[in-house]
């Protein structure tokens, strides 16, 4: 169950540039939150700013009641949170939202993260390790100074591949196509797992969809209050048995949806949809 709680800012680390990790106590976060889930939170206890912002869950630890963030200051809710010092109060929701399935067994999981959407990958490589699955981080940015979390796996010996579109570290260009290369070696046998801008999400789903795999995809939608109300974050699904799509909260319904049941933009049905009619033809 999601708790709303005003929260102490246990520790915070600077990871250069614009990123931070910051770690906060929160006993049914730290307690409850699955890979995938987030946490609507802000800085400070004022009416301003007066909207939290949703966070994924970086990672939890039970013993010691906190859970982390990987966050990126972009605006003014971000930075606000950036800038806390520890000993300072947030407010915070969660844990909210559907997490990622398991991959079925003999299937390797692949982690597709684009800039800040590393952030749920930590604690699904944990869960993942746990199961004695195996997974695999592709982990793209602009430059090298967009991967800040590069080393932040070597512990749990999930493999990184890193890109970057200006070649200064890891492989230069889409993350996307080393992605591609790697998976078609697995003979179908991988579940795809992606977290990152819309463009990179849409090339995900095209792949997945190419090679006949399964994909979850976590969406990056504006959100207002995190728990089905203010329907801000309304996206496009359409699953198989839908004639038309509809619109999800993907607060509730959501982040994470089957790259299948979702209507991008300029298309008028899902894929789920599109093979559901053809079959029937
Ligand atoms: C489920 C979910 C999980 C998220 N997890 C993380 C995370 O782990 N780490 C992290 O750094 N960020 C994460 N984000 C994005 C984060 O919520 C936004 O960066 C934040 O809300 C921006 O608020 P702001 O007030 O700082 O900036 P705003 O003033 O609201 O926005 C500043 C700029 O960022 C753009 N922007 C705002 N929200 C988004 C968004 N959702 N996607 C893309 N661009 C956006 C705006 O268009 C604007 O250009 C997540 C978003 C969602 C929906
Ligand atoms: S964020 Fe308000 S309905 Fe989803």
């Not at 090679?211 to 198989?240: N, R």
Request: net charge neutral; with cysteine; aromatic share 6%.
């Amino acid at each position: 169950m999601p708790a709303n709680r005003d929260i102490p800012l246990v520790s915070r680390d600077p990871l250069g540039g614009a990123y931070v990790r910051l770690t906060f106590r929160h006993p049914e976060v730290a307690r409850e939150a699955r890979a995938g889930q987030f946490v609507m939170i802000k800085a400070g206890t004022s009416a301003e700013p007066p909207l939290r912002r949703p966070f994924s869950i970086l990672s939890v630890d039970p013993a010691a009641q906190t859970f982390s963030l990987f966050l990126k200051a972009v605006g003014p809710g971000s930075r606000a949170l950036f800038e806390m010092a520890p000993g300072e109060i947030a407010q915070c929701l969660g844990p909210l939202g559907r997490p990622f399935a398991a991959p079925a067994s003999g299937r390797e999981a692949l982690l597709v993260a684009g800039g800040y959407g590393i952030a749920p990958f930590r604690i699904f490589s944990e869960e993942l390790v746990r199961q004695g699955a195996r997974a695999h981080i592709f982990y793209g940015g602009r430059t090298g100074a967009d991967l800040p979390m590069r080393d932040a796996f070597a512990d749990l010996g999930v493999p990184v591949t890193l890109t970057t579109d200006d070649g200064s570290v890891g492989t230069a260009g889409r993350v996307t196509v080393a992605v591609e290369a790697y998976a078609r070696t697995l003979g179908g046998r991988a579940t795809l797992y992606a977290c990152g801008p819309d463009a990179m999400l849409h090339a995900v789903a095209g792949l997945a969809d190419a090679l006949e795999l399964t994909a979850q995809l976590s969406l990056d939608p504006w959100m207002g209050c995190g728990v089905g109300t203010c329907l801000g974050c309304v996206v496009s699904i359409q699953k198989a048995e839908e004639a038309r799509p509809k619109n999800r909260c993907a607060c509730t319904e959501g982040p994470v949806f089957d790259a299948t049941e979702i209507v991008w933009k300029g298309e008028g049905s899902s894929v789920a949809r599109r093979r559901n009619v053809e079959v029937r033809q």
